[in-house]
DNA sequence: AGCAGATGCAAGTGGGTACTTGCATATAAC
DNA sequence: GTTATATGCAAGTACCCACTTGCATCTGCT
């Protein structure tokens, strides 16, 4: 199988699980969706299982780059709002595949692992960023920071994740919800817009 | 059948999905638990699905009066971390079941249904809870509450829902974050601790 | 062209599953 | 005790599934 074909498979396995879960995804099921023959999968993969496994893990869970914090704060809710949306939209668009996984938590536990792994660089980037936005003063509760990250990635990955099954529970419409969340956790940090070491031209307030 | 061994038929099918999802709960396997015979089980609820989503209807998910926010308002920090850890706590014992059914979406969407009944109660009870604190003058930015609350049930529930998949990304001890949740939700509400109407004792400051 | 390796085809193995059927036994009500 | 109903037992039906096997064909390289 060359690389082209095997991405193949990996990809139509992917999708037939995100639709049927780890039983759902039959083995035939997979060969025909990829247009190979069903041997073939054991020839190249050994089992089921494995094939799986290794789809989930070449499948990017987080985009990466796409909506990165920058380095330097100039517009904080600007871009926590983008990185919000950016998250928003990553993991809405793979929602199904990471419902079937964290439901495989019991059974085959390296599934939900292949949906974290990848998050916790993403944690520690949000980190570093409100620590800059402490540091230059826009902020006042540092100490809240890993509580107010913590709530942010929460309310994103809980908004990604279930608002189709239960849409009256999320602020409407869904594609202003990740602004109001990067305000509100703005706010729960004692946000002010204007940098405390760096007066600037004075802004309309927040609120 | 008579109800209590109904009940238990239906009490040991949710036991087996919370392990082994939909299809991994068998037949077989739900009448031994229930230490009843295979066919009773088609005779009394006509098939598998109609048991499943039978039992699952019949669970509590959302356990009810057990911290309910009170009718007027005495200690903010304290009822809200109260509601919030009550919550958490009964969330995170049905977790597992919870997950298993959030996955069968796609399939079977009754199921995910059964776990989102009564949420739109508890919803409503947070955001008159919140008004109230807003009409005593506990909070400034009442605009703000549909979209706190949101973000207050989202961090419960992934918390509840995830932390035994992913312990890192939330707040540590997990015994001490629905109080973290809490507080953070009434600062980004620009909570005071003296309701302003009411002038009181001077209370120490929150942050 | 010849050769080695990869893939396809078809059949099969050895399990598993939801559900049904016919008869026997148990239980509850009168 | 009798009768009606519920449940158990055992076997069966008609599928489903991951995986294997033997042979044929295809592909890529020399």
Redesign the interface.
């Known amino acids: 199988m060359t690389t082209p074909t095997r991405d193949h498979v990996l990809a139509a396995a992917v999708r037939l699980y995100?639709?049927?879960?780890f039983?759902?995804t039959t083995t035939r099921r997979i060969a025909e969706e990829a247009g190979v023959n069903e041997v073939t999968l054991f020839r190249q993969f050994g089992s089921k299982t494995a094939l799986l496994l290794e789809a989930l893990r070449s499948h990017e869970m987080f985009s990466r780059g796409a909506n990165a914090l920058p380095d330097a704060p100039v517009d904080p809710l600007a871009e926590l709002t983008a990185f919000a949306t950016g998250m928003r939209k990553a993991l809405h668009g793979t929602r199904?595949t990471i419902?079937?996984a964290?439901?495989?938590?019991?059974?085959n536990p390296e599934m939900?692992?292949c949906?974290?792994h990848g998050?916790?660089a993403i944690?520690a980037a949000v980190q570093s960023y409100f620590e800059k936005l402490g540091a230059l003063g826009y902020i006042?509760?540092t100490k809240?920071i890993?509580?107010?990250k913590?709530?942010l990635?929460?309310?994103i990955?809980?908004?990604a994740?279930?608002r189709?099954?239960?849409p009256?529970?999320?602020?409407q419409p869904a594609a202003g919800a990740p602004a109001?969340?990067a305000?509100?956790?703005l706010?729960?940090?004692?946000f002010q817009p204007v940098a405390a070491r760096r007066p600037r031209t004075a802004k309309r307030r927040v609120?």
Chains 1, 2 share one sequence.
């Open positions: 995100a639709e049927h879960g039983r759902g199904a419902r079937k964290m439901a495989e938590f019991e059974e939900p692992r949906m974290t998050a916790a944690h006042s509760d809240s890993p509580a107010a913590a709530m990635m929460s309310a990955f809980h908004d994740l279930h189709d099954i239960d009256h529970s999320f602020p109001i969340y305000r509100l956790c706010q729960s940090l004692g609120s």
